[in-house]
């Protein structure tokens, strides 16, 4: 059965911190990972991962996945009050558009 | 940009009734769909494959005669949930693609049965 596991569960910070998000899954099929942010309605893309060792950024967030281990992590770096949300990663299928996705981490951050 | 577009956005609805919910791509044509639920403090669960024209894909355990889909055209797909019990009281949401590797999300409709 298609897995996806994200850890931890929830991250309580201050202001300043930078955050270690992390995403494990087991897959048939892999097509790429993504990850989103959801606040309070629908998730909001942050990046698509395809290969293996290449790093994605977007301001203070970035992104790598490790296709041999399995795993993807997100990085915030010196984290924001808005960051606060939800962050919920996804696994693409080949051969479809349906996103198996993870249990999400929910981050806090504190002033 | 494209933007997948869902009504209402909220509902509230008497134990037993039926209630639609709308997921339209409003500038592309979307021939798949899925439709995902949330319940408080979870993640996103695939509900079904809305198929243009065909009968919808459900996921394991998702019963398909009380999540009615139907997706009767290439922008437009429907979930209703029949017979509505306050257990099916969550987060509704759907996706389409563009092609490629492009989703896009709906803004998602919370339902509360009482």
């Known amino acids: 059965e298609d897995k996806v596991v994200q850890s931890p569960l929830s991250l309580v910070v201050h202001e300043g911190d930078t955050v270690t998000l992390n995403c494990s899954y087991e897959?048939?099929?892999?097509?790429?990972l993504l990850w989103y942010k959801q606040e309070k309605k629908a998730p909001t893309f942050l990046f698509m991962l395809?290969?293996?060792?290449i790093e994605k950024k977007s301001g203070r967030l970035s992104s790598i996945l490790d296709k041999k281990e399995l795993f993807s992590i997100l990085n915030i770096t010196a984290t924001q009050t808005g960051d606060s949300a939800v962050y919920l990663c996804?696994?693409?299928?080949?051969?479809?558009?349906?996103?198996?996705f993870g249990t999400g981490t929910r981050l806090q951050v504190f002033p | 940009g494209a933007v997948v577009s869902q009504h209402p956005s909220w509902v509230i609805c008497k134990s037993g009734t039926s209630v639609k919910i709308e997921c339209r791509s409003l500038?592309?044509?979307?021939?798949?769909m899925f439709w995902y639920r949330q319940f408080p403090k979870q993640s996103l669960m695939l509900m079904a494959t809305?198929?243009?024209?065909?009968?919808?894909?459900?996921e394991q355990g998702v019963e398909k005669d009380k999540f009615l889909i139907n997706h009767a055209s290439l922008t437009l797909s429907t979930l209703t949930v029949t017979s509505a019990h306050p257990e099916d009281s969550s987060f509704y949401i759907c996706?389409?693609?563009?092609?490629?590797?492009?989703?896009?999300f709906g803004e998602g409709s919370w339902l509360t049965v009482v």
């Open positions: 996706s389409a693609s563009q092609g490629g590797n492009t989703i896009y």
């Open positions: 897959v048939t099929n892999f097509r790429s």
């Open positions: 395809t290969s293996s060792g």
């Open positions: 996804a696994v693409g299928i080949v051969n479809t558009d349906k996103l198996i």
């Open positions: 500038d592309f044509q979307a021939t798949t």
């Open positions: 809305s198929n243009e024209g065909s009968k919808a894909t459900y």
